[in-house]
């Protein structure tokens, strides 16, 4: 009997199913009008005859399992009705497409080997928005990427994109970590390649905060103090710690309008908006140019680097635990205010430092 | 060396987890079920492109640098970008993105404020050799060293917007439209050293298949050059030439004997205009209707000629001579609903009105908004 006759008959009598057989083996029949509703098996059925009994089954990818397939044919089940208003098959899209980062991954796939392009549509856009906004680390961790960039290639393109003060942060702590790690290593070792790595990592960082492109020679036009390379790279941690500390100031500095403005305008734009984040993150590297021109002069004892060690530990823990509550705070503050651009002089960045002091 | 840094990546990771902001509500480690895909980088690299697609281009280029799956297929796939959210490390961006994405196509880099420099329109041409729609508007810094660079290197561009980029000389350009030959559509608004009779003179020789050009306020502007790319470009489409005050009618008259598919022109200010150059406009759409017969036997009468002009403040012209511009172009009009002949400031011309303006006024004997 062929598929024609079957559909005539349908509406009065009996349900026709499609035999359906996923990559693990497994065999399940479905209705014939919810299968048909999938480019791809609706082509296996008319130019093939598949799928009209068990042994004939049509193979589905190896994209598709059973919980993914059941998924589908859910979604088919639903939209091939055709007397369905438009804000039905809406809210019920919006109420499908919750369920875990995983199993979306695994949906978008199945669908796109199925061809079924509305459900690709619908979930690719749950993809986007779950991705917007993130930074690298987050995104490895949602979807289990390997993390196999070199440090110099991930901070590239990073220096002048991020945002958000707290992925910023984020980066230069894991930096920063990493550095520590590897000065560990070198004290067993005493490899003086090693150091280089470091310096090319912090350089790096050095030179977004610098607003200078990722190359080491600009790093080196730009400090003006070269001694032995131990120095630099205290002085290097130490600019980055201050710069650290910097932003430190930021969710702290309720009492100070300029900050706690850019802090509520970067808390508003992470909850929405994105027009204003780049102003802001603008004014955050202006922060960082004059920061670090006041910085040459810089001498470091190990106590105080210590204490500016400890400093970040705090904020970081802080940060972790405080920001809901903070964000709160900050935007009741920061509401609609201009950020304060900071002029390049010795006193802005005298001013910097006594800030810290106080602290 | 990367094994040590592998080692510690999983410290750090460990140390790191405490920190971080995000849960994503899965555990942590890599689970394997026993069927069907694990890992994201199952996904065909299209799936990943289309979900790319759907990100802004901050998003995009920060899932560039996710991991090397995904910088791969982001830097092989993408072909437009837009930086002009950048407000003050455009340039830095530049250099650092474009020996990656060297795939680029189109290239958005307005800017508010002047960032841009010329190594980083070096490094664009020097990795970017597919790209065909380029706008660097309002980049103050450049100079010609950049038009130099973009020559060499970006053959294959047909859009090219170069507004308010004051720096550039006549040479430089002229220079770059013996290299970009495909190029189809020109800005040139407020460049006014550049858009000279020579550049245009240079336009017209090689950039053959132009089919739109903004002259806006490029006061260097002659009939010499108008002539030139009126003779050499046949298929312009669009012309813009306000602010272009030394134009005169025989500009128009080349124009209206050699671009015959020209849609758009703009006279605004043009103060040397006079009804001759109305008349010729006129003329070359009879003259040439009946071997343009063909062509327009598909589409509707209206598809061909003039659809829109403006000769604002061309106070030398007459109400006939206009009137009958208007007739000769149907798609030309008056009325409120596709006003697309604009006589602003020109006092005179008051009563000219399109086709459907007058039978408006017949039939509902109501006043008419004059142009304005």
């Known amino acids: 009997m062929s598929e024609v006759d079957m559909a005539v008959i349908k509406p009065e009598m009996m349900k026709s199913y499609i035999w359906l057989q996923t990559a693990d083996g497994s065999i399940q029949q479905v209705e ?63 109420k499908f497409i919750r369920m875990d980062t995983k199993r979306l991954c695994e949906l978008t796939s199945a669908a796109d080997s199925l061809q079924l392009k509305p459900l690709v549509d619908l979930t690719s856009r749950a993809l986007a928005r779950i991705i917007e906004g993130k930074s690298p680390e987050e995104i490895r961790e949602i979807f289990h990427l390997p993390d196999d960039l070199t440090e110099e290639e991930k901070l590239e393109p990073l220096k002048n994109t991020t945002d958000d003060p707290r992925i910023r942060l984020l980066n230069r702590l894991y930096a920063k970590k990493r550095k520590e790690l590897k000065e560990r290593q070198k004290l067993k070792n005493i490899e003086v390649e090693e150091e280089r790595v470091d310096d090319r990592s912090v350089d790096d960082l050095l030179s977004f905060i610098n607003g200078d492109n990722g190359d080491s020679k600009g790093i080196k036009n730009s400090k003006s103090k070269k001694k032995n390379r131990r120095r630099k790279d205290q002085q290097k941690t130490t600019s ?6 910097n932003h430190n100031k930021e969710p702290n500095g309720l009492n100070q309008v300029c900050h706690s403005a850019e802090v509520g305008q970067k808390v508003r734009a992470g909850v929405g908006a994105t027009s204003n984040l780049h102003d802001v993150e603008d004014n955050i590297f202006d922060n960082k140019n004059e920061l670090d021109d006041g910085d040459i002069d810089d001498e470091i004892d190990p106590a105080l680097k210590e204490k500016i060690d400890r400093e970040v530990e705090d904020f970081a823990r802080r940060l972790n635990s405080d920001w809901p509550e903070r964000m709160q705070e900050i935007l009741s503050f920061g509401h609609e205010r201009k950020p304060v651009h900071f002029s390049l002089n010795g006193n802005g960045s005298l001013r910097r430092y006594a800030n810290s002091e106080q602290r | 060396m990367i094994g040590e840094a592998k080692v510690g990546n999983e410290d750090l990771n460990l140390c790191f987890e405490k920190l971080m902001m995000v849960a994503a509500g899965n555990s942590e480690g890599v689970k394997m079920n026993s069927v069907g895909i694990t890992e994201w980088k199952d996904i065909p690299v299209e799936l990943l492109l289309r979900i790319v697609s759907l990100l802004d281009d901050q998003t995009a280029i920060v899932a560039s640098s996710v991991c090397s799956g995904w910088r791969d297929a982001i830097c092989l796939g993408l072909t437009q970008l837009c930086l002009s959210w950048c407000r003050k ?16 196509q189109t290239l958005i880099l307005r800017q508010e404020n002047p960032q841009l420099e010329d190594n980083a329109v070096e490094s664009i041409s020097k990795f970017c050799h597919d790209l065909q729609d380029l706008d660097l ?13 973009l020559a060499r290197g970006c053959p294959n561009l047909k859009k090219l917007n170069i507004s308010g980029c004051t720096s550039f000389s006549d040479e430089a350009l002229a220079y770059l439209t013996n290299f970009c030959r495909k190029l189809k559509i020109l800005n040139l608004c407020g460049c006014v050293k550049a858009a000279t009779d020579h550049a245009l003179q240079a336009i017209g020789r090689n950039c053959n298949m132009l089919q739109s050009l903004n002259l806006g306020w490029c ?34 008259i080349a124009l209206a004997n050699e671009c015959l598919h020209l849609r758009s022109l703009g006279l605004y200010y043009c103060r040397n205009i006079t009804d001759r150059a109305m008349y010729s406009l006129a003329h070359s759409r009879v003259k040439n209707k009946g071997s343009m017969w063909e062509s327009s036997m598909k589409g509707r009468y209206e598809d061909d000629g003039l659809k829109s002009l403006n000769i604002s403040q061309c106070t030398a012209l007459t109400p006939s001579a206009v009137q009958a511009l208007c007739d000769t172009f149907p798609a030309l009009h008056t009325c409120s609903g596709r006003h697309s002949l604009v006589m602003s400031g020109c006092l005179n011309l008051t009563s000219v009105h399109c086709a459907c303006a007058v039978q408006a006024h017949r039939t509902f004997n109501t006043i008419f908004h004059t142009a304005h």
């Open chain 2, 219 to 252: 006061d260097n502007v002659g009939d010499l050059g108008v002539m030139s790319l009126a003779y050499g470009c046949h298929d312009l489409r669009c012309l813009d030439l306000c602010g272009c005050v030394r134009i005169t009618d025989d500009s128009v």
């Open chain 2, 137 to 149: 508007s309002k980049s103050f810094k450049l100079s010609d060293r950049s038009l130099y660079a």
């Open chain 1, 32 to 94: 014939q009008e919810v299968a048909m509703f999938c480019p791809m098996i609706c082509h296996e059925v008319i130019q093939k005859g598949m799928g009209s009994s068990k042994n004939y089954a049509i193979s589905l990818p190896q994209r598709v399992n059973p919980a993914m397939l059941s998924l589908i044919l859910d979604y088919c089940r639903f939209h091939q009705v055709p007397g369905r208003s438009n804000k039905e098959r809406k809210s019920f899209d919006e």
């Open chain 2, 89 to 104: 490390n455009m340039n830095n961006l530049v250099l650092s993105l474009a020996p990656k994405f060297t795939r680029l």
């Open chain 1, 240 to 245: 980055a710690n201050e710069a650290i500390k």
